[in-house]
């Protein structure tokens, strides 16, 4: 019996990242669905994006407000998390505060750990507040009901859970070291637990150990709960952020590019020495790829790993000049419909065995219509208004691509003006001797 409570707390553990572990391949193998691409270019700037963009936070702080907040919840959730190692070696040896015997530097450690686990709490209230009461324009958009709705409320609500798990375990502690109770040796700053330590005044010192020990218990139980949630969450990002930069485009971006096959048959034409009747190499000879996409399969896998990396800020909707205006386009639903699509396919595979069998879906018209795709106006404002490098206009300049060079499919008015360029030279309904004409007028 001595030892059952490392017992229970290793099958816990190992149950815990078992699953994450699985629904980590999980997101691996959605993401491997896409297109390959090369990214392996330029790898000092990507690294130095990363560290600068998702490490160091820079495009969050361009909204001062909601940049600090989410500074202080980021910083507090990767250093309080520092402790979830002693944690985790105290479960398995059965020893309690196992890095006491470092002294100073572990009475720095845990008073800093309090003063973090404080101002997250301050910063996940004022977040909250923001989301339900203030109901700040962007997050109340028609996209944002029911389940992203409650997926945002209910993370705040489990920082919350946690960092007050965290104190009060803490607290407990600190009664039970001033009462001298053995196992508890002093040890730590307790800058913020010590004032709720009062309020169990009056406590017996086993009621106390209990106190303390089922706090801990359900602490460590509420990381890996909250762990093998972010599969589920947009959340996400806090693991995908930083390979997402790191992937994210280099490239100018008003920059877009040409398709290979296109840019092939075009210098073939202009090549004076090309035998039109010449037949095609064998490799050539293959049915050719699809233009554009229609669906997740089509699309690169960095487009799926940004789908998958969004954090449902609004940021980009929020800038986007066609969504200002009324139009239906939200970059933020392009993300979350491309999410969306690639969880049901990962789920036909799933159903069955590593197939995937044509459900009669495909994300567009199934999740992103026609209308959104041509009311964007490819400024980039939603590419430049990310904080995690995540690239929308992509995704809607692939699926354009497909409507017009796939199903002849764009509006009027832009096949007028194609039809013109390709006849007159120009935009314009003018032969192109009659330019000037309006320079002879009087």
């Known amino acids: 019996m001595e030892y059952l409570p490392n017992i229970i707390f290793l099958v816990v553990l190992i149950a815990g990242i078992g699953f994450f ?38 495009k969050m702080v361009v909204r001062p407000i909601a940049g600090f907040l989410h500074i202080i919840v980021y910083v507090g959730f990767i250093i309080i ?42 910063a996940v209230t004022i977040f909250w507040v923001r989301r339900n009461i203030i109901r700040i324009k962007r997050f109340i958009k ?37 009462m001298g109770a053995a196992h508890y040796t002093e040890a730590g700053m307790f800058p913020v637990s010590q004032f709720i330590a009062p309020l169990f005044d009056g406590m017996t010192m086993s009621s106390l150990i209990t106190l303390e020990r089922t706090t801990w218990w359900l602490h460590i139980i509420g990381i890996l709960c909250f762990l093998n949630y972010l599969y589920y969450s947009k959340h996400l990002h806090i693991l ?53 996409a229609s669906d997740v399969m089509d699309l690169s896998w960095v487009q799926l790993l940004n789908s998958y990396t969004c954090t449902e800020c609004g940021r980009c909707t929020d800038e986007c000049p066609a969504n200002q205006t009324g139009k239906k386009l939200s970059p933020r ?44 106006t490819t400024c980039n404002a939603c590419v430049q208004a990310c904080p995690v490098s995540i690239d929308p206009l992509s995704i809607i300049m692939d699926m354009r691509q497909y409507l017009v060079m796939e199903e002849s499919a764009a509006p009027t008015d832009l096949n007028n003006m194609m039809g013109n360029v390709e006849n007159n030279g120009a935009p314009w309904p003018f032969n192109q001797m009659d330019r000037l004409n309006w320079a002879k007028e009087e």
């Open 81 to 122: 998390n520092i402790e979830v190692v002693e944690i985790i070696l105290d479960g398995l040896l059965g020893t309690h505060r196992l890095f006491a015997p470092l002294g100073t530097v572990y009475d720095i450690l845990i008073g800093s750990f309090e003063i973090l686990a404080f101002l997250v709490i301050v």
């Open 333 to 376: 639903k392009i993300m979350m419909d491309t999410r969306d699509r690639l969880e049901e396919v990962g789920k036909n595979i799933d159903a069955n065995k590593g197939q995937f069998v044509d459900d009669g879906k495909q994300l567009l018209d199934g999740y992103i219509s026609r209308e959104e795709l041509w009311a964007c």
């Open 21 to 58: 572990t699985k629904n980590v391949k999980r997101l691996s193998r959605n993401i491997k669905l896409g297109r390959d691409v090369d990214v392996s270019d330029n790898t000092s700037q990507r690294w130095k994006n990363m560290a600068k963009i998702a490490l160091g936070q820079t």
């Open 240 to 292: 995908l952020a930083f390979p997402n930069t790191y992937y994210g485009k280099l490239a100018p971006k008003g920059q877009f590019k040409n398709l290979d096959a296109v840019t092939a048959e075009v210098k073939l034409m202009m090549d004076p020495s090309a035998d039109p009747f010449a037949a095609p190499a064998e490799d050539e000879a293959a049915e050719p790829a699809k233009f554009g």
């Open 142 to 178: 028609p996209e944002m009901t029911g389940w992203p709705k409650n997926d945002g409320n209910l993370i705040l609500y489990i920082e919350l859970v946690l960092m007050a798990l965290f104190l009060t375990m803490n607290g407990a502690d600190y009664q039970l070291q001033q």
